[in-house]
Nanobody
Framework: EVQLVDSGGGSVLVGESLRLSCTVS????????MAWYRQAPGDACRLVSGISNDDTTYYANSVKGRFTISQDNAKNTVYLQMNNVKPNDTAMYFC?????????????????????WGQGTQVTVSS
């Protein structure tokens, strides 16, 4: 059984930084992507960033240049470094092991039947 545990969320001010972590236990299929999704109140579940086994990365336009995804295979952990955060980064963030990148998931995160998901970690950005 695959289990993902998200952590690192919190309340920060505009312009500050935060690092989210996702620790994975169990066997994730080799062709999986590790992804970070987020869902703000009233919004759909949206892909923020992803990384493949060969460290190829993906970023949504809204976070390019500010967020960095990385993975430490020895620690079975995926990170999302969030720099220069903005108020619209406020959301519940979910780590997921998925077989494809889908930009928007409805009705929301986590998505039943689509990969394995963490429990989510809240990020709140205030000015």
């Amino acid at each position: 059984e695959v289990q993902l545990v998200d952590s690192g969320g919190g309340s920060v001010l505009v312009g500050e930084s935060l690092r989210l972590s996702c620790t994975v236990s169990g066997s994730v299929p080799e062709d999986s992507y590790m992804a970070w999704y987020r869902q703000a109140p009233g919004d759909a579940c949206r892909l923020v960033s992803g990384i493949s086994n060969d460290d190829t990365t993906y970023y949504a336009n809204s976070v390019k240049g500010r967020f960095t995804i990385s993975q430490d295979n020895a620690k079975n952990t995926v990170y999302l470094q969030m720099n220069n955060v903005k108020p619209n980064d406020t959301a519940m963030y979910f780590c997921a092991a998925v077989h494809a990148y889908i930009a928007t998931l409805r009705p929301g995160c986590p998505s039943t039947g689509f990969g394995d998901w963490g429990q989510g970690t809240q990020v709140t950005v205030s000015s």
